[in-house]
């Protein structure tokens, strides 16, 4: 009877203790950051994203169409944050305090350079 108690006494405590190692490994290794940037449209949105994901590291990339914050998940190894306002600012997009490399945003199409409205 006593052996049973403590058979399923281990049961539980590998039950709760499993997810906790699990979501701690995930904070160790990756890091969240939401940087603002000057996209404008729909368009801005898929260009920021597609160009973003295959950035080193980069796990997850939303851009809200609201904010034009663009939240990036990756690995903390692999990247940083002030590099990934860099590449946003290669994009062609004000990436938080850092501005548009003027090549790329004057390479951008009309209706997604700065200055425009939203649309
Ligand atoms: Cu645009």
């Not at 904010?67 to 990036?72: A, G, L, P, R």
């Not at 548009?100 to 209706?111: S, V």
């Amino acid at each position: 009877m006593n052996t049973l108690k403590i058979m399923l006494t281990a049961i539980l405590l590998a039950a709760f203790a499993i997810p906790e190692s699990l979501s701690q490994e995930k904070n160790s290794k990756f890091e969240t950051v939401e940087i603002q940037t000057s996209a404008i449209c729909g368009m801005c949105k898929d260009r920021i994203e597609g160009d973003l994901a295959f950035e080193r590291g980069v796990r997850k990339v939303e851009l809200d169409s609201e904010t034009k914050i663009v939240t990036i998940e990756f690995r903390k190894k692999s990247n940083s944050k002030e590099k990934l306002k860099k590449a946003i600012t290669k994009i062609g997009y004000d990436a938080d305090d850092m501005p548009a490399d003027q090549k790329a945003h004057d390479r951008l199409p009309a209706c997604c350079q700065k200055g425009n409205e939203p649309h």
